[in-house]
C-alpha cells in the first residue's frame, strides 16, 4: 500500500516538474518571440523658424503652443528698410537701362565710322568693352533688385508647414538676426517611436512586423506600430565620448540598438507628443 502510494506521489511530482518545465519553456520561446523594452520615446519631425533678414520684429501674430498651418503668416520684420532699399535698387536698374541705351546709340554710330575707315579699329574696341561693361552693370543692378525684392518678401515669415509652435518667446521690437532659430515647430502628421532594444532581442526582430504600443500618459490606450528599420549601429556609436574598450578593464556591456517604429493610424482622442516614453511589444511572429 505505502509503495503504491510513492508511486503515486512520484508520478504527480513528475506531472508537476514537466509542467513546470513547460511553462518554463513556453514562456521563455513567448518573451524571446515578443521582445519588450520600456526605453522608447515617440518623435515627431521638427522645423527650426528662422527670420532670412535681420530686423526688428513688427508684428506677433501666433503663440506659443498654436496649431498653425501651413504658409500662415507667423511674425513681421519691420518693412521699411528694406522698401527703402527696393526703391534704390528700382531707381538703379532705371539708370542702367538708360545708360545702355545711350551705350548702345554711340556704340551704332562708331561701329558704322570704323566699317567707312572713318574711326580706328582700336575705338571699336574700345566701344565694345564700353558696352559690355554698361550691359554687366545693368545686369548687377537688376540683380540687387531682385534680391532686394526677395529680403521685402521675407520680411513676413510664414509657416513652412502645418504643425504646433513651441518654444515660442517673441514678441514685437526684438530685435533678431536672419539665419538663428527663434523657436520651434513640431509637425503633427508624422509620429515614430524610437525603441532601444538590446542587442540580445534583436534576432528576430525584422522590418514590417507588428508592434503594440502603450504610452505612459495613457496606459489603458495600446496603438498599434509597425517596425521600420532597425539601426545598424548601437546608441553608443553616435555619443560625444565613445566607449574606450582597449584598457584592462574592460567591462561587457549589452548594447542597445534604436529600433524606428511607425504609429499606424494615431486615435485623435489620444493625441500624440514628442517625447512622450512608452512601451514597445513586437510580434516577431507577425507577417513580414
Do not use: C
Request: proline letters at 5%; a neutral charge; hydrophobic letters at 45%.
Amino acid at each position: 500500500m505505502k509503495l503504491h502510494l510513492s508511486q503515486k506521489n512520484l508520478g504527480i511530482g513528475g506531472g508537476i516538474g514537466l509542467a513546470i518545465i513547460l511553462l518554463a519553456y513556453f514562456t521563455m520561446n513567448y518573451f524571446e518571440r515578443h521582445p519588450s523594452t520600456e526605453d522608447a520615446y515617440v518623435q515627431a519631425n521638427t522645423i527650426n523658424i528662422a527670420a532670412e533678414v535681420t530686423g526688428p520684429v513688427l508684428n506677433v501674430y501666433i503663440k506659443d503652443h498654436q496649431d498653425v498651418q501651413k504658409n500662415q503668416l507667423l511674425f513681421t520684420i519691420d518693412p521699411a528698410p528694406f522698401q527703402i532699399a527696393v526703391n534704390k535698387a528700382a531707381a538703379s536698374v532705371s539708370e542702367k537701362r538708360a545708360a545702355l541705351l545711350l551705350a548702345r546709340q554711340n556704340a551704332a554710330r562708331i561701329f558704322r565710322l570704323v566699317k567707312m575707315g572713318q574711326e580706328s579699329k582700336a575705338m571699336g574696341d574700345q566701344t565694345q568693352s564700353q558696352l559690355d561693361s554698361a550691359k554687366a552693370e545693368l545686369d548687377a543692378a537688376e540683380a540687387q533688385w531682385a534680391q532686394a525684392k526677395l529680403d521685402l518678401e521675407h520680411t513676413e515669415i510664414r509657416a513652412p508647414n502645418a504643425g504646433i509652435v513651441t518654444q515660442f518667446l517673441l514678441r514685437p521690437g526684438n530685435n533678431i538676426l536672419a539665419n538663428t532659430t527663434l523657436f520651434v515647430l513640431v509637425e503633427q502628421h508624422d509620429f515614430w517611436v524610437d525603441a532601444n532594444f538590446k542587442e540580445t532581442q534583436l534576432a528576430y526582430i525584422k522590418r514590417g512586423q507588428s508592434v503594440k504600443i502603450v504610452l505612459d500618459m495613457f496606459p489603458k490606450h495600446a496603438f498599434n506600430g509597425m517596425v521600420d528599420a532597425v539601426s545598424s549601429a548601437s546608441g553608443s556609436v553616435f555619443s560625444l565620448l565613445p566607449p574606450e574598450n582597449a584598457s584592462g578593464n574592460w567591462v561587457k556591456v549589452t548594447q542597445r540598438f534604436p529600433v524606428k517604429i511607425i504609429i499606424e493610424h494615431p486615435d485623435p482622442a489620444y493625441p500624440l507628443r514628442a517625447g512622450a516614453t512608452a512601451t514597445v511589444t513586437i510580434n516577431t511572429r507577425s507577417t513580414v
